[in-house]
């Protein structure tokens, strides 16, 4: 039986990386010069730099600073993510995980530290279907990619037989089953991209927060929950959100107290 896991696995377990941000950077270099990409260089090299001296909140400061300057990478949210839960804030950890996995679903590292830290700051993980969670295997543009190569493929194989009819009749039962997937990836893409759109969740990014029955501060209070509570959102009104948890319970809270991320 393995030993029970502990704060101090999520640095060794999964180490800093900095893979694709290089890719942000050369980017960063293309559109604003070279300037602006020594800067975003300079900020990424001594974020690293404060995490490993242990000051994780000004780590993750300097993370987010690049993400809002608009630099985007599953490496940078994650580790963005790593710094935030060393900080104790494990609300925004979890935040920038699900965002690291919206832009690369199938890394394991990312998904194990979202796992982990869920387990942490709630004590255990949110269900997930086993249907939805082969869909979120790819991002909403890999679903469309995929139906559009499927589409094409029928197309070509329309055309195809048209231009040999000996053929017709052997790629007859092929044709219908690319127009069938395609039918379906087309219709599996329209549900992703529908819940990335406007499918969100709100995680708690305070020590606590207070769920209330309407959409305001002197409403009366329905329950109470800590940083880290993940809940999917029914409603918006103004600077509120109406939320439901996995067991069911309902409730208004403040978008000053959470962060909204989409589904998918």
């Known amino acids: 039986m393995n030993p029970p896991l502990t704060i101090d696995d999520l640095r060794w377990k999964r180490r800093f990386r900095f893979g694709s941000v290089s890719v942000v950077l050369a980017l960063l270099l293309i559109f604003v010069g070279k300037a602006g990409a020594a800067d975003s260089a300079m900020e990424f090299s001594t974020a690293n730099k404060l995490y490993a001296e242990g000051k994780f909140a000004g780590a993750a400061g300097l993370y987010e600073k690049m993400i809002d300057d608009g630099a985007r990478s599953a490496n940078l949210w994650f580790n963005d993510g790593n710094a935030e839960f060393k900080a104790g804030n494990p609300g925004k950890a979890i935040v920038a995980y699900r965002k690291a996995a919206l832009l ?63 053929l017709a009749p052997k790629l007859r039962g092929t044709l219908w089953s690319v127009i069938g997937l395609t039918i379906l990836v087309g219709a599996i893409t329209a549900l992703q991209v529908d819940r990335h759109l406007h499918g969100q969740t709100a995680v708690v990014t305070m020590k606590e927060s207070t769920a209330r029955s309407g959409p305001f501060d002197d409403a009366q209070t329905m329950f109470t929950v800590r940083d880290g509570t993940e809940f999917v959102v029914e409603d918006r009104h103004g600077d509120w959100v109406r939320v439901v948890d996995a067991s069911g319970r309902t409730g208004w809270l403040s978008t000053r107290e959470v962060a909204l991320v989409p589904d998918a």
């Open 104 to 166: 690369a679903p199938r890394d394991a590292e990312i998904r194990a530290n979202l796992d982990f830290v869920r387990r942490q700051a709630q004590g255990q993980s949110p269900p997930q279907r086993f249907w939805q969670n082969g869909l979120d295997q790819l991002t909403p543009d890999e679903w469309t990619m995929l139906a559009m190569l499927l589409f094409w493929l029928a197309f070509a194989l329309m055309i195809f037989r048209r231009v040999r009819p000996a």
